[in-house]
Nanobody, 129 residues
C-alpha cells in the first residue's frame, strides 16, 4: 500500500481546508487509517484514527484539540480518505501525514506513531492570522 497526501496549503485562521490521502489499496478495509501532524520542534501527534474494518463516521477517534472541528472520512470505492479541517487556528499549522497499518488498534496505537508501517510524504498546512 502506498499513500499520497494532497490538499495542504495556506488557510486563514477560522477557515477550512480538506486534505486527501490516496491509497493504492484499501485491502477491503483491512487497514487502520490515521492522520498525524508535526509542527517544527514538536513531536508527531495523532489527529484522527479509524480501526481496521471500521469506516463509520461515528467510530473515528479524534484528538481533543481537533474534536468538533476536524472530520475524518473514507471513500472506499475510490481508495481515498480525507481530513476536513474547519475553524483552523495557529495551533493547527503543521505538516500533516496520513498513515495506514493492518495491525493497529486506535485505542492502543494512536499515540505510538512509530508502530504505524505505511506513511505518506506529508502535506503542509499553514495558517495565516
Amino acid at each position: 500500500v502506498q499513500l499520497v497526501e494532497s490538499g495542504g496549503g495556506l488557510v486563514q485562521a477560522g477557515g477550512a481546508l480538506k486534505l486527501t490521502c490516496a491509497t493504492s489499496d484499501f485491502a477491503d478495509g483491512g487497514y487502520g487509517l490515521g492522520w498525524f501532524r508535526q509542527a517544527p520542534g514538536r513531536e508527531r501527534e495523532p489527529v484522527s484514527c479509524i480501526n481496521p474494518g471500521d469506516a463509520r463516521d461515528d467510530s473515528v477517534w479524534y484528538a481533543d484539540s481537533v474534536k468538533g472541528r476536524f472530520v475524518m472520512s473514507t471513500d472506499d470505492a475510490k481508495n481515498l480518505f480525507y481530513l476536513q479541517l474547519e475553524d483552523v487556528n495557529a495551533e493547527d499549522e503543521a505538516l500533516y501525514y496520513c498513515a495506514a497499518d493492518p495491525y493497529i488498534i486506535c485505542q492502543r496505537d494512536v499515540g505510538r506513531w512509530y508502530v504505524w508501517g505505511i506513511w505518506g510524504q506529508g502535506t503542509q498546512v499553514t495558517v495565516s492570522t
